[in-house]
């Protein structure tokens, strides 16, 4: 079979509990090799009796002790599969006659309780090196072992709502397992009968009733069971007899088979489970009919795809291939549920809460002469940020992620008309009072608006989709300065914003709470791929702030601190230059005209981050290089253009001598500020290891973040640092922040033989 087919992969069963690891290791690598790594393992632990006593057992190992076996059998096939040869160690040298280095090639000496293995593997590496891992244990040892372990797991049930349970208990055990809950595959059991319409497939399904064997379905049950039915009384409820095995198996139906929860499992009831299809839930229909009944299964189980059974072969199968498949293949993803679409709701609320504010603050924030308040209230609020930041994880698991973003964008109109209450009639306690109900509300936005934009797009897309959604936040500010443009191009004294730019800056930013309440929750999200999104936490608070805290002190998040730090410490300082230095009518063509090259820059970056054919490690390592090389020359000349100018005190309008080149570095300050934006969220999807991580990583970003705008705010509200120190301390920053964050950026995309 595989020498006559391309894409079919092979799923083999065998048991733990009677095969040698050594053995099968040997022959799961050999297979991996013939079938060019089109192979897989679905790993059992048997549990009928008459196979112990034909293996040579007086009795069956217990239940619990058979996966205490397999758990070390595992053990030691990944040492024999991943540890004992390293990916050097085929040289084929037809010089020197050698085909292998004897150096790369090592034992693996496992002295366990069960096993003892000397080793080394006597299969060079295959294609896979560890075969793709099946199992379908339904006991809570069978869960643990296949959240451990495997890749995809066979569920058992025929209810929607019990799967669903279940699938969740599942996913969270693999997350207490410090995995990715979305690595582990999920299958729902379902037994489908097709036909050119509703009523033909009704008929088909009588008629395969008509041939079920009552007697046969005992018979398949007793060998499941190792029981020999004919001992017990027709009317014994067999939850409550029998081997433990028996009443395990009814326990579990009488869980997942809607109403049977009152029902007296007899051995007719048994019989009629199992006559037709097995233990399975039932799809009977024309192929629109069936393939309604799988969407319903994945949107509300939250399963990844279908182990389906049949009644005759080859004609149920062939009625997959015909009916079912293009039916499936027909059906688009629905616009309102695409990633495409849930970024470009995440854009506008990013649009009409920091998209707007950005643009205020890159009019003078307020219409100030000086900007010091503003500062000072911004410097507030990214305290505050960093706060509410760290706690954001833990509010997802009540309200979820879309609550928390409407919750998110609450602050930034408050914030908002602070400035214009104090702008219009002088009230500065307003401004404060608006930067503390921004800084409360802003860091949750923040953190879950990052978490949104890595985990909902597919990886390969995520370059593209970040890019898109951050377009959105210079959007606002693009806005800002055509409106304000408009109002005031014939003016080139500083300090006259128009009031009604306030006014409909503050209407705009009221309405990103009702725009979040638009996004698709994760779990109907649907990707191209078919690939699902989970952003569940399960967690309580306390222990939500315990595990952000362990992801905060990872060597390598906190080797990009300074990094991060001189990524966003530049935006009090290019704003409080744009202030001092230009015009009102200058400052709106620079919100207008930086916001564009932003915009572009920015996606630029995320095309060539979404190259997913040039290896990972070179796409990350050029793009930090280049971003790093432009920054370097921009605040050269930002510190030059400061020395001048705190001498002089210009004022440029875009008249004026000289404008250009005071106006082109904050151009390209802006610029990079979008580029190194843009890299962080790529470095946080790359260091993330599941969906909950990536809120937590987020959360942390963000929060970072706040704490060095908040630095950065509050600094610039010194007059002196304001106008000269910031250009010279974020160069500084700049400079000591590259080697600490090369190390980390320098392992993205690494391989053990890299």
């Given amino acids: 079979m595989a020498a006559v087919t391309k894409s079919l992969s092979f799923g083999i069963t065998a048991s733990t509990s009677y095969e040698a690891p050594f053995a099968l290791a040997r022959r799961f690598s050999t297979l991996d090799h013939l079938t060019n790594g089109r192979v897989a393992w679905n790993v059992v632990t048997s549990y009928l009796e008459s196979a112990a006593k034909n293996f040579g057992l007086q009795n069956q190992i217990s239940h619990d002790e058979r996966y205490a076996m397999a758990d070390e059998f595992l053990e030691v096939a990944y040492k024999l599969w991943e540890g004992s040869w390293r990916d050097d160690a085929v040289v ?329 209450l104090n702008n219009r009639y002088g009230v500065e306690w307003l401004v404060i009072f608006g930067a503390a109900c921004c800084g409360i509300s802003a860091g949750i936005f923040w953190a879950t608006e990052a978490a949104i934009a890595i985990v909902y797009p597919e990886p390969r897309n995520r370059g593209r989709m970040v890019a898109y959604w951050l377009s959105y936040t210079r959007f606002g500010q693009i806005l800002g300065g055509a409106i304000n443009l408009g109002l005031n191009a014939d003016r080139n004294e500083a300090g006259k914003v128009s009031y009604v730019v306030y006014l409909i800056f503050i209407v705009l930013q009221a309405l990103g709470t009702f725009v979040a309440l638009l996004l698709t929750h994760p779990s109907k999200v649907q990707r191209p791929s078919g690939t699902k999104v989970d952003m569940s936490i399960f967690d309580n608070p306390f222990k939500e702030f315990k595990a952000t805290t362990r992801v905060f002190l990872r060597k390598e998040f906190l080797l990009l601190i300074l990094w991060i730090g001189q990524a966003v410490f530049a935006e009090a300082i290019f704003f409080s230059y744009i202030a001092l230095h230009f015009s009102v009518r200058a400052r709106a063509l620079g ?73 082109g570095v904050f151009i390209f300050l802006v610029v990079g500020f979008q580029l190194n934006y843009n890299f962080a969220f790529f470095l946080i999807g790359q260091l993330s290891n599941s969906p909950q991580e990536t809120i937590r990583l987020s959360a942390l970003l963000r929060g970072t973040e706040s704490a060095w705008q908040a630095i950065s705010y509050g600094l610039s509200s010194i007059p002196i640092f304001a106008a000269i120190g910031g250009a010279y301390f974020n160069f500084a920053l700049w400079a000591i922040s590259i080697f600490p964050a090369w190390l980390v950026v320098k392992r993205i995309g690494a391989t053990l033989k890299t």
């Fill in 92 to 420: 084929r040298d037809d010089v020197l006659k050698r085909y292998v280095h004897p150096d790369s090639v090592r034992r693996i000496d496992h002295e366990g309780r069960y096993y003892q293995v000397a080793g080394p593997h006597l299969v060079e590496p295959s294609r896979q090196r560890t075969p793709f891992i099946f199992q379908a244990g339904a006991s809570k040892a069978g869960k643990l072992f296949a959240t451990k372990h495997a890749k995809a797991m066979f569920l058992p049930g025929m209810e929607i709502v019990a799967v669903a349970r279940l699938v969740k208990e599942i996913r969270r055990s693999a997350l207490e397992q410090g995995r990715d809950p979305r690595s582990l595959k999920l299958l729902a059991g379902l037994h489908v009968v097709l036909g050119e319409t509703d009523e033909l497939a009704s008929r088909k399904y009588e008629e395969y009733l008509s041939y079920a064997d009552m007697e046969g379905s005992l018979a398949l049950f007793g060998g499941w069971t190792g029981t020999d039915l004919a001992g017990i009384p027709d009317d014994a409820d067999i939850k409550f007899v029998g081997p433990p095995a028996m009443q395990s198996m009814v326990e579990n139906w009488s869980k997942t088979i809607p109403g049977s929860d009152t029902i007296k499992w007899t051995k007719a009831r048994v019989a009629q489970e199992l006559a037709f299809g097995g233990a399975h839930a039932r799809a009977v229909g024309s192929s629109k009919t069936v393939a309604d009944v799988l969407e319903k299964w994945v949107l509300e189980t939250g399963v990844d795809g279908f182990n389906l059974s049949y009644a005759i072969v080859p004609g149920d199968l062939e009625d997959h291939a015909k009916l079912l498949v293009p039916e499936l293949k027909a059906r688009e993803v629905k616009w309102n549920r695409s990633p495409f679409y849930n970024a470009t709701i995440l854009g506008l609320c990013s649009f009409a809460a920091p998209g707007l504010w950005g643009a205020m603050n890159s009019l003078g924030a307020g219409g100030a002469q000086k900007p010091y308040l503003v500062n000072t209230g911004n410097s507030l609020t990214f305290c505050l940020m960093v706060i509410s930041c760290w706690f954001t994880s833990g509010l997802v698991k009540y309200v979820g992620i879309k609550g928390a973003l409407a919750i998110g964008t609450v602050g930034f109109p408050v914030y908002s008309a602070g400035l214009y």
């Fill in 591 to 663: 919100s207008f005209v930086s916001g564009i090259v932003a915009v572009i820059a920015g996606n630029l970056l995320g095309v060539w981050l979404d190259q997913n054919h040039i290896p990972l490690r070179k796409r990350a390592r050029w793009a930090f290089l280049v971003i790093m090389a432009l920054q370097g020359g921009w605040w050269t000349w930002m510190a030059v253009n400061v020395t001048e100018y705190n001498r002089t005190q210009e004022i440029y309008d875009w008249s004026d001598p000289g404008f250009g080149r005071a106006f």
